[in-house]
C-alpha cells in the first residue's frame, strides 16, 4: 500500500464536519502519521475469515410482539427545536 | 471511617444490622463529594435530593438495597444528563429513559448517584479529552486519572462514591482502575446490555464496575449482566454467581505470560511490581506458563480501524435534529449538519470520526477495515489457542504509571500506543480486570500499578477466584 493521501476535505465533507483551514491543516498531519503507523498491517499476511464481532452470534431476532415506547412528547423533549409536535430542521424545499 | 470510603460488602452488613440507613449512606456520599469534588473533579453533577428519595424508598431485602452507584456520563438515567463530556450533549439532555444496566442496579436496589466524568464520547484515556471539566488523580493532583472513565475511577479511588459503572471499549475501565489504585472489570462482550449506553464502538463496548475491592466488583456483576432483548448482542446465557468463586485457593491453576506482553519499554516499576506479583501467584500455587499471542503487535493498528469506523457511523445520530448542540447560524440542511456537528464535538471525537469516515470511504474499505477484522479473527485465534493450555493471563494493564497532565496530549499516535495490553481483549471479547499489584515510583512520587487478569469468554468466575486470591494474600 503506498504511503496514505488523505484528502482531509473530502473526508470532512463525508462526516459532515465543517472544519476551519487550521483544523483540517492539523488533521492532514495527524492523520497520516496514524494512517502511517495502522498502514503496517499491509505487511502481514492475514489469512483468516473477517469477524465482525467477537462472539459467533448472527442473525438475532425476537418476537413481533409490541412493546413500549416514547410518546410523542416523550420523543420530542431534547429536541433543539420543535414546531407544531416536530422536529424542526431548516428549510429544504424552496 | 466515612460511609463514602467503605465498601458495598461492609454497608450491607452494617444496613442489615440496622446500624445505618441508606439515606445516611447517600448523605455522607454527598458530603465527601462536595468537600473534595472541587479538587478531585470526578463528578459533573450530582443530585442529592433525588438520591435521598430514592434512599429512602429502597427495598432492604435486595442484595444492593440502598447502596449508591456513581454513573460513568454516557449510561442514561431515566431524568438525568447523560453529556458523555461533550458539548454536543451538555446543554440540555436529559435521558427519556433508563439504561438496561441501571434497569439492572434499580432491579436490585441499588441508586444511581452522580454523573461521572470522561473522555468525550469515551474517546481517550486520560480524561483530558473531556469537554466539560478536569478530573484529577486522587493519588497525585498533578496527574491524569486515566480515562476514558477517569472520572468513575476517581470517584473510588478519592472515597467519593462506594463503587461506579464505567464503560470499556479498549481499556477504558481498566487502565482508569489501575492508574487510581482500584478494581475495575470488564465482562465478556454480551454479558452487559448496551441498551442505553451511549455507543462508541459497538462491537467492542462493555459495562463494567469500579470498585474497592474484588469482592465488590464480583458482587456488582451479579446485578449488571443478563439478556436484554433491546440489545441484540447481549447474550442469553446463564448468569453463575460471580462470588462463588472468591475465598478459594488457586492452587495448580494455570497462568500464562504472554512473552509479546513482558517486552522492552515497559516502566521499570511497572515491570517490577507484575514480576512481583506473578511470584505472589505462584506461592499460592499457580503455575505459570509461557505463552505466545504472536498478532499482539497488530492489536493497536487493528482497534484503531475498527473503533473509529464504529465510531464514525454511530455518531452520525449526533445532527442537531433530534437531541444535542444544534447551530445557530445555518442556512440551510447541510450546513445546520455541518456546523452543529462542528462546533458540538471536540478535537478528539473529529479526529476519530475522520479516522473512521476514511477507512470506510469508497476505495479504502477493502485495505483497512477488512483487513483490520481478518487480523481481529486472527487476534482472537491467539487467544483460543493459549486458552487450551491456561486458565487465565496475566500482564500489566498499562506500560505506565499515570502520566502527568498534557504529556501526551498533542501527540495522540504515542497516547494509542498505550493501550496494547488492554485492546487485544476488546478485539477477542474476553473479561479483563485490573487490580492494584503495589507502586512504582515516577517523579518522586509512588503510583498505583494495575495487574491484568484475562479469562476465558464467560469465565469471569476463575478471573475474580484470582483476583481475589491475589488482593488477599
Known amino acids: 500500500m503506498p504511503s496514505p493521501q488523505i484528502d482531509i476535505h473530502h473526508v470532512a465533507k463525508l462526516a459532515r464536519l465543517a472544519l476551519t483551514e487550521e483544523e483540517a491543516a492539523h488533521y492532514q498531519q495527524q492523520l497520516t502519521r496514524i494512517l502511517g503507523h495502522i498502514d503496517q498491517l499491509s505487511s502481514y499476511t492475514l489469512d483468516a475469515e473477517p469477524s465482525a464481532h467477537a462472539m459467533p452470534i448472527f442473525d438475532v431476532i425476537r418476537p413481533d410482539q409490541d412493546r413500549p415506547g416514547f410518546e410523542q412528547n416523550e420523543a420530542l423533549s431534547n429536541a433543539p427545536r420543535r414546531a407544531m409536535d416536530q422536529f424542526q430542521i431548516p428549510k429544504v424545499i424552496e | 471511617m ?9 454497608l450491607r452488613q452494617r444496613l442489615a444490622s440496622k446500624e445505618i440507613t441508606p439515606r445516611d449512606i447517600v448523605t455522607d456520599v454527598a458530603k465527601a463529594i462536595e468537600a473534595q469534588n472541587a479538587t478531585i473533579g470526578a463528578y459533573l453533577s450530582w443530585d442529592v435530593e433525588k438520591a435521598l428519595a430514592e434512599a429512602d424508598k429502597a427495598d432492604l431485602s435486595q442484595p444492593l438495597g440502598g447502596i449508591p452507584i456513581g454513573i460513568k456520563d454516557n449510561i442514561n438515567v431515566t431524568g438525568e444528563p447523560c453529556t458523555c463530556g461533550s458539548k454536543m450533549l451538555a446543554e440540555n439532555y436529559k435521558a427519556p429513559y433508563d439504561a438496561g444496566a441501571i434497569t439492572k442496579l434499580r432491579g436490585a436496589g441499588a441508586v444511581p448517584f452522580g454523573r461521572l466524568n470522561m473522555d468525550e464520547f469515551a474517546m481517550g484515556s486520560s480524561t483530558e479529552n473531556s469537554a466539560l471539566g478536569v478530573t484529577r488523580n486522587p493519588r497525585d493532583l498533578d496527574r491524569i486519572p486515566g480515562g476514558s472513565s477517569g472520572g468513575s475511577a476517581a470517584a473510588v479511588a478519592g472515597n467519593l462514591a462506594i463503587a461506579t459503572l464505567g464503560s470499556d471499549t479498549g481499556g477504558s475501565i481498566r487502565q482508569p482502575a489501575a492508574f487510581c489504585g482500584c478494581v475495575g472489570i470488564k465482562p465478556t462482550y454480551g454479558r452487559v446490555s448496551r441498551y442505553g449506553l451511549v455507543a462508541f464502538a459497538s462491537s467492542l463496548d462493555q459495562i463494567g464496575p469500579i470498585t474497592k475491592t474484588v469482592e465488590d466488583a464480583a458482587i456488582l456483576l451479579n446485578h449488571l449482566c443478563g439478556k436484554d432483548l433491546r440489545d441484540s ?4 446465557v446463564n448468569v453463575p454467581d460471580f462470588t462463588s468463586g472468591l475465598g478459594r485457593d488457586i492452587k495448580g491453576l494455570r497462568v500464562g505470560l504472554p512473552k509479546e506482553y513482558f517486552i522492552s519499554g515497559i516502566h521499570a516499576g511497572v515491570s517490577a511490581r507484575v514480576n512481583d506479583a506473578i511470584k505472589k501467584l505462584e506461592s499460592l500455587g499457580a503455575i505459570p506458563v509461557e505463552i505466545s ?19 464514525s457511523a454511530n455518531l452520525a445520530r ?21 456546523m452543529s456537528r462542528e462546533e458540538g464535538f471536540g478535537p478528539e471525537v473529529k479526529r476519530r470520526i475522520l479516522l473512521g469516515t476514511y477507512v470506510l470511504s469508497s476505495g479504502y474499505y477493502d485495505a483497512y477495515y477488512i483487513k483490520a ?26 506500560p505506565a504509571p499515570a502520566h502527568k497532565f498534557g504529556e501526551l496530549k498533542e501527540d495522540p499516535l504515542a497516547a494509542y500506543l498505550e493501550d496494547i495490553f488492554t485492546i487485544p481483549v476488546n478485539l477477542a471479547g474476553l473479561p479483563g480486570i485490573s487490580i492494584p499489584c503495589g507502586t512504582a515510583e515516577e517523579g518522586g512520587k509512588q503510583l498505583p500499578v494495575g495487574l491484568q487478569i484475562i479469562g476465558r469468554p464467560l469465565d469471569e468466575v476463575t478471573l475474580l477466584r484470582v483476583a481475589d486470591a491475589f488482593e488477599k494474600a
Open chain 2, 233 to 236: 448482542t447481549s447474550l442469553d
Open chain 2, 293 to 311: 499471542l504472536p498478532h499482539t503487535d497488530v492489536g493497536v493498528s487493528t482497534y484503531y480501524i475498527i473503533a473509529p469506523a464504529e465510531a
Open chain 2, 373 to 398: 477484522q481478518r487480523a481481529r479473527t486472527l487476534i482472537r485465534q491467539d487467544f483460543e489457542k493459549a486458552f487450551e493450555n491456561v486458565d487465565v493471563i496475566v500482564s500489566p494493564t498499562s
Open chain 2, 2 to 10: 466515612s460511609l463514602a470510603a467503605s465498601t458495598i460488602s461492609a
Open chain 2, 318 to 338: 449526533f445532527d442537531g435534529v433530534r437531541y444535542g448542540h444544534r447551530s445557530s447560524d445555518a442556512k440551510d440542511l447541510m450546513e445546520h449538519y455541518m
